[in-house]
């Protein structure tokens, strides 16, 4: 019957005839059942009720950009020779990613920056330019002495994140 009343349509339409069109009767027989949000929410809330408890929430920790300070700075014919104490209370862990943030500000703030260590501990600073240092600074140096900026670009993890290898600023 559908297909029917399409073929009289097409026919109508092609004929040029207009009458024929709007004589066309069509209908349907299938009902159409509509329901809205409202009566979807209204259906819900008579049918079952629930209860919503809320648990505390947990946000992620704000990342923070380690705090540092130049305890040391020689002017050289190349760039300065700095070194740079971390301040481990402004950060839970420490990457090679966030390393490579200090360094970078280093470079851009206090530029011209030739060559740059960085250090989590006085005891590690103290011990950098020790030439045949001792156990006690061996150990600092070993725990406490992160990453060299050799030639103003290129970054040496040492240290505890010698697994890092070499990055290159800018990059």
């Known amino acids: ?60 920790p704000e990342l923070s950009f380690p705090e540092y300070r130049i305890i040391s700075r ?23 990613i966030d390393v490579h943030n200090v360094m970078s500000d280093l470079v851009e703030q206090y530029a011209p920056v030739f060559e740059a260590h960085i250090v989590e501990s006085q005891a590690a600073a103290d011990a950098l330019f020790v030439e045949d240092p001792s156990e006690a600074e061996q150990t600092a140096l070993d725990n406490h002495y992160i990453a060299r900026l050799e030639e103003g670009f290129r970054i040496v993890y040492v240290g505890p994140l010698e697994a890092s290898g070499v990055a290159i600023l800018g990059s």
């Open 1 to 60: 019957m559908v297909i029917a009343g399409m073929v009289l349509l097409l026919a109508a339409s092609c004929s040029g005839d207009e009458d024929a069109f709007d004589e066309t009767d069509t209908s349907t027989t299938a009902a159409a059942s509509i329901t809205t949000l409202a009566d979807a929410v209204q259906s819900a809330e008579s049918s079952t009720v629930t209860t919503v408890t809320s648990a505390p929430t947990s946000t992620s």
């Open 74 to 96: 020689e002017a050289s014919e190349s760039g300065d020779v700095v070194v740079v104490l971390l301040d481990p209370s402004t950060y839970e862990s420490l990457s090679d």
